[in-house]
């Protein structure tokens, strides 16, 4: 009997989701059109640079290290200058990112085993872009200076560098971005469906019709809980879809361990939004509510920036964020084939989650039953 009670439940609340051919739409098209959008814009690679050069040599050096920025990939276009004033122009109009100064001096000086100076101005205002593009210039001119007279005397014999990256060997942003953004944006589907499930029944007047139904207070939440679950899982299930075979990121780890996590941590999303939306009187406040939530989840959850770069006060306020736990278990699972033992850790924090998340909505059930 409890059974039939249930399934009549989930089916309710997918019909209630999926009847609609604009709510179908909104499930499934903005998340499909997301994923393929931040998975190119949401990026922290520059590309496509515009600098501007002040060149006051005549000599060989000035013109080998301006023909080697503009052989170099990162930078589009070079523009030519011959004031400062110019030159400071065009980084207060943003029309530039990066300037170079070259003075008059600066092969002479290179050619007497001197000094030699060059001036780098970057756009402070876009400090994270300007210290990536200031350290390409840097390296340009390192290997510049490692080729005359003085920098081969100067050389260690035998010496080199081999780099070599792991996991992600030609520094693909995709691979890191896309599993990033499977987890993400399940987090954002799962969590405004969730939020609306309760506030839609306030709003339409059938909560209190579910309240005095034969349904006990767990049966509403498992029932709740299910259909948006089933809902993120199918989601999960297209982002990874589209990860392998259009973004062409490699799969090296367990697909059981990927769902098994997946569970819980829909299962923490859920609890979550039903917290939010047993809060939430109207549908609008539920998905301020839920947005409210999404944006700094996002921020601390490790997806931009690491976790341990953040102030020692606010790393522990990440501890009770569900994405800080499944970003690692996504990343791992894709590119690093990490272990159940790896998985379980961060599997553990998303059933506590969950368990926490969906007390406090059963109680507020309950609440209104009294």
Same mark, same amino acid.
């Given at each position: 009997m409890w059974w039939t009670r249930l399934k009549a439940l989930i089916i309710k609340e997918l019909l209630a989701v999926l009847r609609d051919p604009k709510g179908r739409m909104v499930l499934i098209g903005p998340p499909i059109l997301q994923l393929l959008v931040f998975s190119y814009a949401a990026t922290l690679e520059v590309r496509n640079v515009d600098v501007m050069v002040l060149n006051r040599d005549a000599g060989r050096w000035g013109y080998e290290l301006i023909q080697r920025i503009g052989g170099a990939p990162t930078f589009r276009k070079i523009e030519y200058t011959q004031s +400062? @004033?110019?030159? =400071?122009?065009a980084i207060n109009r943003q029309r530039v990112i990066a300037a170079l100064h070259i003075g008059p001096t600066f092969s002479r000086d290179i050619e007497a085993g001197q000094p030699a100076n060059v001036q780098i101005i970057l756009d402070g205002r876009r400090s994270n872009a300007s210290q990536i593009v200031g350290g390409y210039l840097t390296q340009i001119i390192a290997s510049l200076a490692a080729e005359t007279p003085a920098g081969r005397q100067a050389a260690p014999a035998g010496v080199s560098v081999v780099a070599r990256n792991w996991f992600n060997p030609n520094l693909i942003y995709q691979w890191f971005m896309v599993p990033n953004l #499977?987890? &993400?944006?399940?987090?954002?589907?799962g969590l405004v469906v969730t939020a609306l499930s309760v506030a839609r029944e306030r @709003? /339409? %007047?059938?909560?209190? !019709?579910?309240? +005095? &139904?034969?349904?006990?207070? =767990?049966?509403?939440?498992? %029932?709740? /809980?299910?259909?948006p679950m089933l809902i993120g899982l199918f989601h999960i299930t297209i982002y990874i879809l589209a990860a392998v075979f259009f973004f062409k990121v490699p799969l090296r780890g367990s697909l059981v361990l990927l769902y098994g996590s997946a569970i819980f941590y829909l299962a923490s999303v859920v609890g979550l939004g039903l917290f939010i939306s047993s809060l939430s009187k109207t549908q609008q406040q539920a998905i301020l509510g839920a947005f409210l939530? +999404? #944006?700094?989840?996002t921020l601390l959850s490790g997806f931009?920036?690491?976790? @341990?770069?953040?102030?020692?006060?606010? !790393?522990? +306020?990440? /501890?009770?964020?569900?994405?800080?736990y499944f970003l690692v278990i996504v990343k791992g699972v894709f590119l690093k084939d990490i272990p159940l033992s790896e998985v379980a850790r961060n599997t553990l924090p998303l059933a506590l989650i969950a368990l926490v998340t969906l007390s406090a909505a059963a109680w507020l059930f309950r609440r209104r039953l009294e």
């Open positions: +400062v @004033e110019a030159l =400071h122009d #499977v987890a &993400s944006i399940a987090l954002l589907i @709003e /339409l %007047g059938t909560f209190d !019709q579910l309240m +005095v &139904s034969p349904l006990r207070t =767990h049966e509403i939440l498992i %029932g709740k /809980l299910t259909a939530f +999404v #944006v700094p989840a931009a920036t690491p976790i @341990e770069n953040m102030p020692d006060w606010l !790393q522990p +306020v990440t /501890l009770i964020n569900p994405l800080r």
